[in-house]
């Protein structure tokens, strides 16, 4: 039987034979699709238009605004090899710029003015580097296609980040009650099965799919900011029931409730909350570091480590595989902390 439709696409043929593709909700207008169907572009397009996070079409700019001078950074090389993550956090910076200054000359835009923007953003440290990060290639590229004589950014820095222990980690407890809360035939059972079983980051995740699998192995390539890796990741048999069970989107494992795909962040919300009805107070990145500390516990070596979880360099891997030879050594070796043994 052919597979069910996502919710709200439709097919049309042209007179000329050609299959297009679009997103209508509603009495709303019909956005169209483009790039193969199934494949991660027109996935994101798909999941982008179901979400309303679609950039609207701008009235006449002006060549001297800064809204004109994004829209030309848009169109650049360096722009679209950024990761699909990156390039919608951007985005988001971006639409809250022009919302404020767009209009204005981008020639006026001055250090100061950076530094008042980062400013402005200071309550949230992540923010505040997303911002900077954001004008940072922006405007160095603008240097370099010669748009400005000075880089704005230069030698703002970024708020120190706070030290903490990261995203904390969720215990086999938490994975107990999740599934208590969740039983395999949920969504939110397939949510967590997905980020346990395969150590994806949570942007990854929601892509997946069937599309991405051959011979029961995932291959998929990564959307890490800095690099891109090409993970390949067997499914697991405990991986398989759940995702038999399902229910599960015909573009994505993981689907909202009506089997659309969600983006990143509208997943890492809904997550949040079958968490909290789980009585869990934890996110999706801390179900990736308890299956990278299941892993190193079992055994897994460092570029084990490094090719199912798609890190570089060793040094993250050996922060798992040093606690877990910490705690084989020291099962080990306690008797000896007693006098009288042996």
Request: proline share 5%.
């Amino acid at each position: 039987m052919p597979r069910k439709r996502p919710p709200y696409l439709l097919r049309e043929t042209t007179r000329h034979g050609t299959v297009v593709w679009y997103v209508r909700k509603g009495n709303g207008p019909r956005i169209r699709i483009k790039g193969e169907y199934g494949s991660s572009d027109f996935t994101a397009a798909y999941t982008a238009a179901v979400n309303d996070e679609l950039q609207p079409k701008s009235a006449t700019v002006s060549a001297a605004s800064l809204e004109w001078l994004i829209a030309r950074y848009r169109e650049t090389g360096g722009w679209l090899t950024l990761s699909a993550a990156t390039r919608r956090q951007r985005e988001n910076i971006f639409k809250g710029v022009i919302a404020n200054v767009g209009k204005q000359p981008y020639q006026a835009m001055t250090k100061a003015v950076i530094v008042a923007g980062r400013e402005k953003r200071a309550a949230t440290p992540a923010q505040a580097r997303n911002f900077l990060d954001a004008m940072r290639g922006l405007f160095r590229w603008s240097l370099e296609a010669g748009h400005v004589a000075v880089d704005p950014t230069a030698g703002v820095k970024n708020p120190a980040r706070p030290k903490t222990d990261g995203f904390p980690v969720w215990t086999e407890d938490d994975v107990d009650r999740y599934e208590a809360r969740w039983p395999i035939g949920t969504r939110q059972r397939v949510w967590l099965d997905v980020l346990l079983y395969t150590g994806l980051r949570r942007g990854d995740a929601v892509r997946s799919g069937r599309q991405h699998v051959s011979d029961g192995v995932i291959t998929l390539k990564t959307e890490k900011s800095r690099y891109t890796v090409e993970v390949t990741i067997p499914i697991l048999p405990v991986l398989a029931v759940t995702l038999a069970a399902g229910p599960c989107g015909d573009l994505a494992y993981i689907c909202g409730e009506r089997g659309q795909p969600l983006t990143k962040e509208t997943f890492g919300n809904d997550f949040r909350e079958a968490c909290r009805s789980a009585k869990v107070q934890k996110s999706a990145h801390g179900v990736r570091k308890i299956g990278a500390t299941r892993a190193a516990n079992a055994g897994a070596t460092v570029a084990e480590l490094e090719a199912i979880f798609g890190w570089q360099g060793g040094a993250m891997a050996s922060l798992y595989t040093r606690a877990a030879d910490r705690r084989r050594l020291a099962k080990g070796a306690i008797s000896k902390l007693d006098r009288n043994a042996g």
